[in-house]
C-alpha cells in the first residue's frame, strides 16, 4: 500500500516539463527609462504628518461632540450632515496614510 503512495498521480507523458532558465543579463536594459530606481521615492514633506493625523482626530472629535451634545453641537443648523462632515475628515485622513512614506 506505501508503494503506491509513492508513486506519481498521473502517467509521465502528462507531467509538466521543466522549465529552462532564462537569460537574466540585459534586464537592464528592458526597464522603462522613467521609472524611479529603489530608494529614490521622495519623503513627504515635515507638514504631512501633522495634518494627517489632525484630520483623522478631529473627525473623531466632530463625531464624538455630536453625539455627546445630542446634536447641539458642532453645528446644529445641519442636523445629521455632522456625522458626513466628521466621517469626511477621517476618511480624508485615512486617505492621506495611503501616501506616507
Do not use: H
Amino acid at each position: 500500500m506505501c508503494s503506491l503512495l509513492a508513486q506519481p498521480f498521473y502517467p509521465e507523458e502528462y507531467q509538466v516539463p521543466k522549465s529552462r532558465g532564462r537569460d537574466r543579463q540585459g534586464r537592464a536594459d528592458q526597464d522603462a527609462p522613467g521609472k524611479r530606481q529603489a530608494g529614490t521615492v521622495p519623503a513627504n514633506p515635515g507638514w504631512y504628518v501633522p495634518v494627517m493625523l489632525s484630520l483623522m482626530v478631529l473627525g473623531l472629535l466632530w463625531i464624538v461632540t455630536f453625539y455627546l451634545t445630542q446634536g447641539q453641537w458642532p453645528v446644529n443648523s445641519i442636523g445629521n450632515w455632522n456625522l458626513a462632515v466628521g466621517f469626511g475628515l477621517v476618511i480624508a485622513g485615512f486617505l492621506m496614510t495611503t501616501n506616507w512614506r
